[in-house]
């Protein structure tokens, strides 16, 4: 079983960043492809923001985020990270970590052991 714990988040400023944790323990093993990131924001389905290779470090992002948001990992420690630079009112979402045994970081039927999300709210 893989347990997914996740900090961070909050309440910020469009233009300014944040970066949430996600914690991974538990069976996490060479099965699995890595850990994405997924956003459900109010009353729209979930979605694939980003999602990493925690063996090479690949990395992927969906257009909405590609040159603001940063995924990153330490294996060390076991956490992937999100960094959110230049937010936007349309990032406004709950967050969720999760990890998956597929390259497919947008498809969000593919990522099995979720976080407990974290709210992201963008606002002046």
């Known amino acids: 079983q893989v347990h997914v714990v996740q900090s961070g988040g909050g309440l910020v400023q469009p233009g300014g960043s944040l970066r949430l944790s996600c914690a991974v323990s538990g069976e996490f093993t060479s099965d699995y492809y890595g850990v994405g990131w997924v956003r459900q924001a109010p009353g729209k389905e979930r979605e694939g923001v980003s999602l990493?290779?925690?063996?090479?470090?690949?990395?992927y992002y969906a257009d909405s985020v590609k040159g603001r948001f940063t995924v990153s990992r330490d294996n060390a420690k076991n956490l992937v990270y999100l960094q959110m630079n230049s937010l936007k009112t349309e990032d406004t979402a709950v967050y969720y970590c999760a990890t998956t045994r597929f390259p497919y970081w947008s498809a969000v039927r593919n990522y099995d052991s979720w976080g407990q999300g974290t709210q992201v709210i963008v606002s002046s």
């Open positions: 990493i290779n925690t063996r090479d470090g690949t990395t």
